[in-house]
């Protein structure tokens, strides 16, 4: 008869034991601190229960959790407190790291709202397969433009578009106010390479080239034989000429500072006796 009611009470202690052993899946927003306070564990335990896991969690996750221990001693100094509130209490402390969404993804915060690096904190829940995706964004400025040439200058303002390690666009507008001077309207193309980031501050490196539609004042003569003088008057000429630009440009959060090397060649003659012109070109704009 002993050994009948040994049996039975082996088999109900086991059973009891499975019993016991619960599964948690991971939600959006929780912590590994978290799941343990909610069942009154340790996260010790959960770590024990769970030896094929390792130390990265994420979201749809299934846990085993074991059962809450309340036999252990008291935490407390008053003896009116009593284990299980110990308990409790000491799980409700482990979990005040909690976890916040922002634009970029899931971040860890403490219970002052200051955020915590993910390499400092292993049991913070991570969200599969997201991208931060902040060095992809297309940038660009309105600048106003400087172009020193050799023996003259324009002036003008260009639109710059900025697509780190990728493939953009840029529009301007030069003038010359000599005696014969030139007005340019340019579109291109353009490569930028981003260098440097760090916070709002970027620095990129961008090659351009396109073509350039150019009003040019031409000087013409006219010998009046009532006179006997030779009279000079300009004319309006349209011509199509090409340009390419290499410059650094240094983003300052909205703010844009830019210097390059700019080589014009009128009609797409590359020799400068043919009138192609190398000069540098300054330009400070604001991103609208």
């Known amino acids: 008869m002993k050994r009948l009611i040994l049996c039975v009470m082996v088999v109900f202690s086991i059973t009891m034991m499975a019993q016991e052993v ?15 306070a909610k069942y009154q564990v340790s996260v010790d335990a959960i770590k024990k229960a769970n030896p094929n896991v390792g130390e990265v969690y994420y979201v749809g996750m299934k846990l085993n959790i074991p059962a809450a221990t309340v036999t252990q001693a008291p935490l407390s100094d008053d003896p009116q407190v009593s284990p ?6 000491a799980a409700s402390s482990r979990a005040q790291q909690k976890v916040t969404e922002n634009t970029s993804g899931i971040i860890a915060t403490n219970e002052n709202g200051m955020i915590l690096n993910s390499s400092t904190s292993s049991n913070s829940i991570q969200q599969p397969n997201e991208n931060n995706n902040d060095d992809d964004e297309l940038t660009g400025a309105f600048a106003l433009t400087f172009y020193s040439f050799d023996g003259f200058q324009d002036y003008g303002f260009s639109d ?11 529009f ?15 579109v291109g ?12 501050t970027r620095l990129f490196f961008t090659l351009s080239v396109g073509p350039s539609l150019r009003m040019q004042y031409v000087p013409e ?10 009279n000079e008057k300009s004319k309006e000429k349209w011509f199509v000429d090409g340009y390419a630009n290499g410059r650094l440009s240094l983003m300052l959060n909205r703010v844009m500072f830019s210097a ?8 797409f003659k590359l020799y400068k006796e043919d009138g192609a012109q190398i000069g540098v070109n300054l330009a400070i704009g604001i991103d609208v």
């Not at 710059?160 to 840029?170: R, V």
């Not at 193309?189 to 709002?200: E, H, I, P, T």
């Open 22 to 36: 619960k599964t948690h899946t991971i939600q959006r927003g929780e912590t590994i601190e978290s799941i343990a």
């Open 84 to 89: 299980v509130s110990n308990v409790s209490q």
């Open 160 to 170: 710059y578009f900025i697509k780190p390690n990728g493939l953009s666009g840029e």
């Open 172 to 186: 301007g507008i030069r003038l010359c106010f000599d005696k014969y001077g030139h007005y340019n309207a340019e």
């Open 189 to 200: 193309l353009n490569y930028s390479f981003l260098l440097f980031k760090q916070n709002k």
């Open 221 to 230: 003569f006219e010998f009046n034989q009532k006179t006997g003088m030779t």
């Open 260 to 267: 390059g090397v700019f080589l014009w060649a009128p009609e």
